[in-house]
């Protein structure tokens, strides 16, 4: 079974910095797209960034400049430093992924989903 565990949400003044991971786990043969979305309440789910296996990056426009997206390949995490958040940067904050595994079936690729972290920012 594979899954996504994130981490690093929390409480914040606007301003201020916080740094989410996310860590895959389980029979996983490659990791290729990994990503972060939120969720605002009231509001659709929308992409933050996304980096490729090669480690080209896109961000939305709202966060250029802010945010930076990483990540560890050995490790199969993902980062998302996110810097000078402002209110309206309050969300849940998904991490998502494009990942073959290992099945009794064979080697799949689907793409899954975190549980979300709370990203609260006051102002």
């Known amino acids: 079974q594979v899954q996504l565990v994130e981490s690093g949400g929390g409480l914040v003044q606007a301003g201020g910095s916080l740094r989410l991971s996310c860590a895959a786990s389980?029979?996983?043969?490659?990791?290729?797209?990994m990503g972060w979305y939120r969720q605002a309440p009231g509001k659709q789910r929308e992409l933050v960034a996304i980096i490729n296996s090669g480690g080209s990056t896109n961000y939305a426009d709202s966060v250029k400049g802010r945010f930076t997206i990483s990540r560890d390949s050995a490790k199969n995490t993902v980062y998302l430093q996110m810097s000078s958040l402002k209110t309206e940067d309050t969300a849940v904050y998904y991490c998502?992924?494009?990942?073959?595994?290992?099945?009794?079936?064979?080697?799949?690729?689907?793409?899954?989903w975190g549980q979300g972290t709370q990203v609260t920012v006051s102002s």
């Open positions: 998502n992924a494009d990942m073959r595994q290992y099945r009794s079936d064979g080697i799949k690729e689907n793409n899954y």
């Open positions: 389980g029979s996983i043969v490659s990791v290729n797209a």
